[in-house]
């Protein structure tokens, strides 16, 4: 029976071998029809690549329908947009009046610049105050001082003021910020038509919201003010997540051509080196831009955006694409130079490679579909378009680019031409298939080292850490931190569900305790800095209304009083009212100010925090928690749940097809053995060296088990065509390692140098991101070459004690 079903696999094996080589016939045949059709499809889908775009904001990690993403939106509608342009400035002397002079001048221009909704600073920060029974709200410099003792006075004035403190001026009088909020919906008439017209909170249409595009125009113009007025007496630093976010979006536009040049040219030479061939290097690279082409083309076609994840996109399909062609091109160039027509090299090639090309291809397209459940719209848009893009390289390498060699002049070269020989592959695979126990023993030693450090694995969700630690904006935004506490906005919505309901003085009183919540949790060195709400207005307004005595500064005891007062405060000429509740007096908004921390670490404070407002807040009221410190928690939380799904999924998947591409269960899960280890190396490596784990380093696992399974199908398949020759399992795995092994050793240093060109990048992650994937490439090939034979080897000899061996004649 057991020699049956082996004869019945080697059947099929044969007859899937056969089917490739009637297409090879068929490519040559035919060439010329092919390379035109296929070309013509991939330029027509690269030509939408015109359309692509490039979106970093943190509203685009999430799905159209996210709730967390809802909420967001909602309070953007209704409050104006949270994420800020900040700009710190610390001069000599703040209370100066040169320096003062300078300030409103550049907070002037600032408001001059086109969507622009907001500028806040020292110039425009309100000052209430009362004149008998009149409110009087202006501007803190509407006038400038014109003596010393005015300037004295507003010295002493401004550092009493708490409304001003962390929020205008830092709390030692050292430093002074100028927030600027953009306009929330865009001012483009073809944006507004592409984005339609959403509900917004009232049920009304709105146009949609502000673009990158424009976005990047507001701060060009406002580094273009802030440039006339820098100086050592004027020196200015930026923050902000509007400015982080717009310097991600640069470096992205600016990596992503150079990982692509640099992919083609890195791998251009070598292949050069390895194959000494120009066809190696022209005809793989054509086949395999136009299949990257195409998937960008797609992308653009259907209005997906390139984000962070996605960025690595084109140079991973341009190395997982020639990896592919490399197999192809070495058995084409061995049966050329052995003697046989061009035609014949292409046929008797693709019988040889053509399944396993397309074994590792449908592999590699199933650990990528591993991504695609992902919580994240950019890691599960990753799930989908690098899929695509696999299938499109390994279609174009099995059907455009044996067609291309069809037609190309390429000339035999003699055996002595050989760039490379397979001694000392076919000497180690001997060596491990001789002693496959300490050979396996010493890959549970490093397992277990590596288990050791992978032990110390902490997820971050830090994009700081993404920047060089002497980038000025890095610098700009921890010295902010330090000195403001921070400029991320944690947003609390409380909805009374009832006019006037804000007006209820419990109410107030139990949201001022919140203030004295987040105070708590500072303390306690949770990070939680100032706090604004409609308390600030209820507190001055009622102390300026009363002979601005400071022991008034308080929240009044008749909710009418209140209604009265905010309304006196509505009417004073402010619009400052807005912004921290709606026209109904029902909602209420609630603004903690943090820093730029990890927020993966932040998520159980902010899950407890969430936790105590129904306590502090009751339960006649519903809130909400979002804002950008919220979307960015939830985000890195989604992140590493979404990833290790992934990881799960991608095994589970793989797993089961490698039984049934290889045909039985034992060879199959053999395989996975040395494709898991690469990985658990691989983050043991990033445990014990604390490289952030982070988005990238997460996408390392899924991708590398993807590639490596495809070194060990080429070379299990080789073995069981040999075997199946008839050879015993020494020689069996010492032929596939001189024939296959070389290949498999070319494609991994193409998928090296593929994946080495992101440590060119500006971003640390990115360049974590390449040598660490190259790394687990290299830790799959010696894993493949060293603990496989091993393996091999080890189940040859159980099989050989259980049964007598079968000797089968022929050749598959």
């Known amino acids: 029976m057991r020699r049956a079903v082996w004869l019945d696999r080697t059947h099929l094996h044969a007859r899937a071998e056969s089917a490739f080589e009637r297409l090879g016939r068929l490519l040559t045949r035919h060439p010329w029809p092919v390379i035109v059709l296929l070309s013509a499809l991939g330029l027509g889908l690269a030509a939408q690549a015109r359309h692509l775009r490039i979106e970093m904001g943190l509203e685009s990690f999430f799905h159209a329908d996210d709730p967390t993403l809802l909420d967001y939106n909602d309070f953007r509608d209704q409050f104006g947009r949270d994420e800020l342009i900040v700009l710190a400035i610390e001069p000599p002397e703040i209370f100066d009046l040169e320096f003062l002079r300078k300030l409103v001048a550049l907070h002037h221009e600032l408001e001059d610049i086109d969507q622009v909704d907001e500028v806040t600073s020292l110039v425009d920060i309100r000052a209430t105050r009362?004149?008998?029974?009149?409110?009087?709200?202006?501007?803190?410099?509407?006038?400038?001082?014109?003596?010393?003792?005015?300037?004295?006075r507003l010295r002493d004035y401004v550092l009493a003021n708490p409304l001003y403190r962390d929020l205008v001026i830092?709390?030692?009088?050292?430093?002074?910020?100028?927030?600027?909020?953009?306009?929330?919906?865009?001012?483009?008439?073809?944006?507004?038509?592409?984005?339609?017209f959403d509900a917004g909170p009232s049920g009304s249409g709105r146009p949609g919201y502000i673009t990158g595009e424009e976005t990047a125009a507001i701060l060009d113009r406002v580094h273009e003010v802030v440039e006339r007025y820098q100086g050592p007496e004027f020196p200015v630093r930026f923050s902000g997540s509007v400015v982080i976010t717009d310097v991600l979006v640069r470096r992205v536009g600016t990596d992503m051509?150079?990982?692509?040049?640099?992919?083609?040219?890195?791998?251009?030479?070598?292949?050069?080196?390895?194959?000494?061939?120009?066809?190696?290097?022209?005809?793989?690279?054509?086949?395999?831009l136009l299949a990257g082409a195409a998937t960008l083309g797609l992308m653009g076609a259907l209005d997906v955006p390139i984000t962070i994840p996605m960025q690595i996109l084109p140079?991973?399909?341009?190395?997982?694409?020639?990896?592919?062609?490399?197999?192809?091109?070495?058995?084409?160039?061995r049966r050329l130079d052995a003697g046989e027509s061009r035609a014949g090299a292409v046929v008797g090639a693709l019988g040889q490679v053509g399944l396993p090309i397309a074994m590792t291809g449908v592999t590699t397209v199933v650990g990528l579909l591993g991504f695609l459940p992902a919580e994240l719209a950019p890691i599960s848009s990753f799930g989908v378009f690098a899929p695509v893009g696999v299938g499109l390289s390994l279609g174009l390498v099995l059907l455009l680019l044996p067609a291309l060699l069809a037609v190309s002049p390429i000339r035999p070269r003699s055996g002595a031409a050989r760039p490379l020989r397979s001694g000392t592959l076919v000497a180690t695979g001997r060596w491990a298939?001789?002693?496959?126990?300490?050979?396996?023993?010493?890959?549970?030693?490093?397992?277990?080292?590596?288990?050791?450090?992978?032990?110390?694995?902490?997820?971050?969700?830090?994009?700081?850490?993404?920047?060089?630690?002497?980038?000025?904006?890095?610098?700009?935004?921890?010295?902010?931190?330090?000195?403001?506490?921070?400029?991320?906005?944690?947003?609390?919505?409380v909805d009374t569900g009832r006019p006037d309901g804000i007006a209820d003085p419990e109410l107030l009183r139990r949201l001022d305790s919140l203030t004295r919540l987040t105070e708590a949790y500072d303390a306690a060195g949770d990070e939680m800095g100032r706090t604004i709400s409609i308390v600030d207005?209820?507190?001055?307004?009622?102390?300026?209304?009363?002979?601005?005595?400071?022991?008034?500064?308080?929240?009044?005891?008749?909710?009418?009083?209140?209604?009265?007062?905010?309304?006196?405060?509505?009417?004073?000429?402010?619009?400052?009212?807005?912004?921290?509740?709606?026209?109904?007096?029902?909602?209420?908004?609630?603004?903690?100010?943090?820093?730029?921390?990890?927020?993966?670490?932040?998520?159980?404070?902010?899950?407890?925090?969430?936790?105590?407002?129904?306590?502090?807040?009751?339960?006649?009221?519903?809130?909400?928690?979002?804002?950008?410190?919220?979307?960015?928690?939830?985000?890195?939380?989604?992140?590493?749940?979404?990833?290790?799904?992934?990881?799960?999924?991608a095994f589970a998947l793989i797993t089961?097809?490698?039984?049934?591409?290889?045909?039985?269960?034992?060879?199959?899960?053999?395989?996975?053995?040395?494709?898991?280890?690469?990985?658990?190396?691989?983050?043991?490596?990033?445990?014990?060296?604390?490289?952030?784990?982070?988005?990238?380093?997460?996408?390392?696992?899924?991708?590398?088990?993807?590639?490596?399974?495809?070194?060990?199908?080429?070379?299990?398949?080789?073995?069981?065509?040999?075997?199946?020759?008839?050879?015993?399992?020494?020689?069996?795995?010492?032929?596939?390692?001189?024939?296959?092994?070389?290949?498999?050793?070319?494609?991994?240093?193409?998928?090296?140098?593929?994946?080495?060109?992101?440590?060119?990048?500006?971003?640390?992650?990115?360049?974590?991101?390449?040598?660490?994937?190259?790394?687990?490439?290299?830790?799959?090939?010696?894993?493949?070459?060293?603990?496989?034979?091993a393996l091999l080897a080890l189940d040859g000899h159980v099989r050989a004690t259980r049964r007598p061996p079968v000797s089968v004649s022929g050749t598959a």
């Open 130 to 152: 009362g004149e008998g029974e009149r409110l009087i709200v202006e501007d803190l410099l509407d006038e400038l001082p014109t003596s010393t003792a005015e300037m004295d």
């Open 170 to 196: 830092s709390a030692d009088g050292q430093v002074v910020t100028v927030s600027i909020e953009t306009d929330v919906f865009t001012a483009s008439p073809e944006s507004d038509a592409l984005a339609g």
């Open 257 to 288: 051509p150079r990982f692509v040049g640099l992919s083609v040219l890195v791998i251009a030479v070598a292949l050069y080196v390895l194959l000494r061939r120009l066809s190696a290097v022209v005809l793989p690279l054509l086949v395999i």
């Open 315 to 333: 140079s991973l399909l341009v190395s997982i694409g020639v990896g592919y062609a490399v197999h192809l091109l070495m058995a084409f160039y």
């Open 433 to 493: 298939t001789r002693h496959p126990g300490p050979v396996i023993a010493g890959a549970v030693v490093l397992a277990a080292v590596a288990g050791i450090g992978a032990a110390r694995l902490q997820p971050v969700a830090d994009p700081m850490l993404w920047l060089p630690p002497d980038d000025p904006y890095r610098e700009g935004v921890e010295y902010i931190d330090e000195r403001m506490g921070g400029t991320l906005a944690l947003e609390v919505v």
């Open 537 to 649: 207005v209820v507190k001055e307004t009622h102390q300026a209304l009363n002979e601005n005595r400071p022991e008034l500064y308080a929240i009044p005891d008749d909710p009418a009083l209140i209604r009265q007062e905010l309304l006196l405060f509505e009417n004073s000429g402010t619009d400052d009212l807005e912004d921290v509740t709606d026209a109904r007096l029902q909602l209420a908004r609630f603004t903690v100010r943090t820093p730029w921390t990890d927020s993966y670490r932040r998520r159980e404070v902010l899950d407890r925090f969430e936790g105590e407002l129904p306590r502090i807040l009751g339960d006649g009221v519903e809130t909400r928690l979002t804002g950008m410190r919220q979307l960015i928690s939830r985000a890195s939380g989604a992140v590493v749940d979404s990833m290790a799904t992934s990881y799960l999924i």
């Open 656 to 789: 089961p097809l490698m039984i049934l591409m290889i045909g039985e269960a034992r060879a199959g899960l053999i395989s996975m053995v040395p494709n898991l280890l690469p990985i658990v190396l691989t983050l043991g490596v990033i445990g014990a060296l604390s490289v952030p784990f982070d988005t990238f380093s997460l996408q390392i696992g899924c991708i590398a088990i993807s590639l490596a399974v495809d070194d060990t199908i080429h070379l299990i398949h080789a073995f069981r065509r040999l075997r199946a020759g008839g050879l015993d399992v020494e020689d069996a795995i010492a032929g596939a390692l001189e024939t296959t092994g070389t290949a498999l050793l070319f494609t991994s240093i193409v998928l090296i140098c593929g994946f080495g060109v992101f440590t060119a990048s500006s971003m640390s992650n990115v360049v974590d991101f390449g040598w660490l994937t190259a790394f687990a490439i290299a830790a799959a090939f010696l894993c493949d070459v060293i603990i496989t034979p």
